[in-house]
């Protein structure tokens, strides 16, 4: 009863933050329409760059959620890693934040690229925040590779715990990098880090504070899609390592009251006969079908099929 | 933790002496490798030659970027030491006997990343000579090339038996570990590119800041070694 009880809970709780993220997906979505609304709408042309300003709506922000990203993921390793509150869910959560991390780094990279080629007038420079930036993309390419590789839950949190350890390495690098080299790319500039001055009009500032919620909003969602995912695979390759393990089981006891049968009737001299005269007669003959329904296998079965059509 | 060490670094030294497989396939790869960036960059101008006396400028490209072109050949060459390194391990389950045999991780970690510290610095000191005689690399702050080389030395040895313990459980790791490898050690490569640049040069004052990145980065990478291979190691 109280197993029954703590799965009706489990479900019940996994249905409020389904909920949950359903809400804030609706939100992200609303408030993006809104951003691009009022980004390429509403809010005036620059004095300087023109139209080419409204890119401002879309790339901070982007790159705002890339930090976030990696923050989390890189927290959630520390959590993993530390004995106390050591929990495979940090370690989906890390993996996770990552995806969406290396999402938002490809955008803002092509966001980046795209602002560039007018202003800048390439598409590409090797500048120390574009390549820093360009590798933190090919290390968590790599770390999400690692992530990949088969092997026991644990021990490959445990390994993908140490690579994130190494490809976090590079984002304060990333952070810094405008400020420590003097790059083409500029500090940021809107909100003056040092005085906490604002530098911007009244309607792009709102647009632009827009921008950063929906993409926050838009993160959250996707990381606790992303998150649900992993937990989710975790659990289908549990119950099929299960599954197999029953039908090993089932297999192995049909064997051997086929065994006992063919003993019984034709008593053990026929083992001398040769195995494969011995197998047939037990094969044929006796009443014992090779995989019995089960069902325990059943539900696993079941079990199993549910969840990965949910993945697909 | 510095016995097990001495004693893991003696054991891969050791092999490495017997096999000879690092001094005959590893190091002549990374001649290879500066063959090649010569052929690909460096081009014979036979207009040069007429003018007798002339400056011969076809080696002018080659010697400007000499010393990220010696960097990108110790990397490639570095990454394969890192296989041949754990290859070791992998043949006989010896990573199983080296896993029972109550040497503490640590040591593990550091003895291995010694004896590839060892063969990566005689790798570095042959390469180090072609480039001298190939692409016309001249160095005139000598001691500040050897800190930049030592320090990007300790990095490189690091960070590769990090990652190749890392990749030697997985059945893909021919594959994975470039791919893991050479994104992180980037900075690594850069800082020294620029401080050996610096030390060509003869500017010694522009090199110390990447100097002291070197040494940033690779106490931060003996530390996470150091921290993590029992973890890596328990797989």
Same mark, same amino acid.
């Given at each position: 009863m109280s197993e029954e009880n703590r799965m009706t809970a489990v479900s019940l709780r996994e249905k409020r933050a389904q909920k949950a993220t359903t809400v804030v997906g609706i939100l992200a979505a609303i408030s993006l329409v809104a951003t691009v609304w009022l980004g390429l709408f509403i809010t005036p042309p620059d004095e300087f760059?023109?139209?080419?300003?409204?890119?401002? #709506? %879309?790339?901070?922000? %982007?790159?705002?959620?890339?930090? %976030?990203? #990696?923050?989390? !993921?890189?927290? !959630?390793t520390l959590l993993y890693l530390w004995p106390r509150t050591r929990d495979l869910r940090f370690d989906r959560l890390a993996g996770a934040s990552s995806e969406v991390g290396v999402l938002f780094t490809g955008l803002t990279l092509i966001s980046g690229s795209i602002w560039g080629r007018p202003t800048w007038g390439t598409w590409w420079t090797w500048d120390p925040l574009l390549t820093t930036t360009a590798l933190l993309f090919v290390m968590y390419l790599g770390y999400l590779a690692l992530r990949q590789l088969p092997g026991d839950p644990d021990v490959r949190a445990k390994r993908s715990a140490v690579g994130g350890l190494i490809a976090f390495i590079d984002v304060p690098i990333v952070y810094f990098s405008v400020l420590w080299w003097k790059s083409l790319h500029q500090a940021p500039t809107v909100l003056d880090p040092t005085t906490g001055k604002t530098y911007i009009h009244g309607s792009m500032a709102y647009t632009l504070l827009l921008g950063f919620v929906a993409f926050t909003l838009l993160f959250i969602y996707l990381l606790a899609k992303r998150y649900r995912l992993a937990g989710l695979k975790d659990v289908y390759e549990r119950l099929s390592l299960q599954e197999a393990i029953e039908e090993r089981k089932l297999e192995a006891t049909a064997g051997q009251s086929a065994y006992e049968n063919a003993v019984s009737a034709y008593g053990p001299k026929d083992e001398l006969v040769g195995q494969n005269s011995f197998l047939e007669k037990a094969g044929s003959e006796s009443e014992i079908p090779l995989y019995p329904s089960h069902s325990s296998q059943n539900n696993l079965s079941i079990r199993a099929q549910n969840i990965r059509g949910e993945i697909i | 933790m510095w016995r097990d060490a001495f004693l893991i670094m003696q054991k891969d030294l050791n092999i490495e002496l017997k096999s000879k497989v690092v001094f005959n396939q590893v190091i002549p790869f990374g001649l290879v490798v500066i063959l090649l960036f010569g052929l690909a960059i460096g081009k014979f101008d036979s207009s040069s030659l007429s003018t007798v006396g002339g400056n011969l400028s076809d080696a002018g490209l080659l010697k400007d970027a000499s010393a990220g072109l010696f960097w990108m050949a110790v990397t490639l060459s570095a990454v394969i030491g890192v296989q041949r390194s754990f290859a070791i391990e992998t043949q006989d389950q010896a990573r199983d006997a080296l896993r029972l045999s109550a040497l503490d991780p640590a040591g593990i970690f550091l003895g291995k990343a010694g004896a590839l510290l060892v063969e990566l610095a005689v790798l570095e000191s042959v390469l180090a000579l072609c480039a001298i005689f190939l692409f016309g690399m001249q160095i005139a702050v000598?001691?500040?090339? *050897? &800190? $930049?080389?030592? +320090? &990007?030395?300790? &990095?490189?040895?690091?960070?590769?038996?990090?990652?190749?313990? *890392?990749?030697?459980?997985?059945?893909?790791?021919?594959? +994975? *570990?470039? +791919?893991?490898?050479?994104? @992180?050690? $980037?900075? @690594? +490569?850069?800082s020294a590119t620029k401080a050996c640049e610096a030390a060509i040069v003869g500017q010694p004052s522009s090199g110390m800041i990447w100097i002291e990145v070197l040494a940033v980065f690779s106490l931060c990478y003996i530390a996470l070694g150091v921290a993590a291979f029992g973890s890596l190691l328990e797989e």
């Amino acid at each position: 009863m109280s197993e029954e009880n703590r799965m009706t809970a489990v479900s019940l709780r996994e249905k409020r933050a389904q909920k949950a993220t359903t809400v804030v997906g609706i939100l992200a979505a609303i408030s993006l329409v809104a951003t691009v609304w009022l980004g390429l709408f509403i809010t005036p042309p620059d004095e300087f760059m023109g139209n080419l300003v409204r890119l401002l #709506y %879309i790339h901070p922000p %982007i790159a705002w959620v890339m930090f %976030i990203a #990696y923050g989390v !993921s890189f927290l !959630s390793t520390l959590l993993y890693l530390w004995p106390r509150t050591r929990d495979l869910r940090f370690d989906r959560l890390a993996g996770a934040s990552s995806e969406v991390g290396v999402l938002f780094t490809g955008l803002t990279l092509i966001s980046g690229s795209i602002w560039g080629r007018p202003t800048w007038g390439t598409w590409w420079t090797w500048d120390p925040l574009l390549t820093t930036t360009a590798l933190l993309f090919v290390m968590y390419l790599g770390y999400l590779a690692l992530r990949q590789l088969p092997g026991d839950p644990d021990v490959r949190a445990k390994r993908s715990a140490v690579g994130g350890l190494i490809a976090f390495i590079d984002v304060p690098i990333v952070y810094f990098s405008v400020l420590w080299w003097k790059s083409l790319h500029q500090a940021p500039t809107v909100l003056d880090p040092t005085t906490g001055k604002t530098y911007i009009h009244g309607s792009m500032a709102y647009t632009l504070l827009l921008g950063f919620v929906a993409f926050t909003l838009l993160f959250i969602y996707l990381l606790a899609k992303r998150y649900r995912l992993a937990g989710l695979k975790d659990v289908y390759e549990r119950l099929s390592l299960q599954e197999a393990i029953e039908e090993r089981k089932l297999e192995a006891t049909a064997g051997q009251s086929a065994y006992e049968n063919a003993v019984s009737a034709y008593g053990p001299k026929d083992e001398l006969v040769g195995q494969n005269s011995f197998l047939e007669k037990a094969g044929s003959e006796s009443e014992i079908p090779l995989y019995p329904s089960h069902s325990s296998q059943n539900n696993l079965s079941i079990r199993a099929q549910n969840i990965r059509g949910e993945i697909i | 933790m510095w016995r097990d060490a001495f004693l893991i670094m003696q054991k891969d030294l050791n092999i490495e002496l017997k096999s000879k497989v690092v001094f005959n396939q590893v190091i002549p790869f990374g001649l290879v490798v500066i063959l090649l960036f010569g052929l690909a960059i460096g081009k014979f101008d036979s207009s040069s030659l007429s003018t007798v006396g002339g400056n011969l400028s076809d080696a002018g490209l080659l010697k400007d970027a000499s010393a990220g072109l010696f960097w990108m050949a110790v990397t490639l060459s570095a990454v394969i030491g890192v296989q041949r390194s754990f290859a070791i391990e992998t043949q006989d389950q010896a990573r199983d006997a080296l896993r029972l045999s109550a040497l503490d991780p640590a040591g593990i970690f550091l003895g291995k990343a010694g004896a590839l510290l060892v063969e990566l610095a005689v790798l570095e000191s042959v390469l180090a000579l072609c480039a001298i005689f190939l692409f016309g690399m001249q160095i005139a702050v000598f001691w500040l090339f *050897l &800190a $930049a080389s030592c +320090l &990007a030395t300790i &990095a490189l040895s690091a960070v590769g038996v990090i990652y190749g313990a *890392l990749a030697s459980g997985a059945r893909t790791r021919e594959t +994975l *570990l470039p +791919l893991l490898f050479f994104p @992180v050690i $980037a900075p @690594v +490569l850069l800082s020294a590119t620029k401080a050996c640049e610096a030390a060509i040069v003869g500017q010694p004052s522009s090199g110390m800041i990447w100097i002291e990145v070197l040494a940033v980065f690779s106490l931060c990478y003996i530390a996470l070694g150091v921290a993590a291979f029992g973890s890596l190691l328990e797989e």
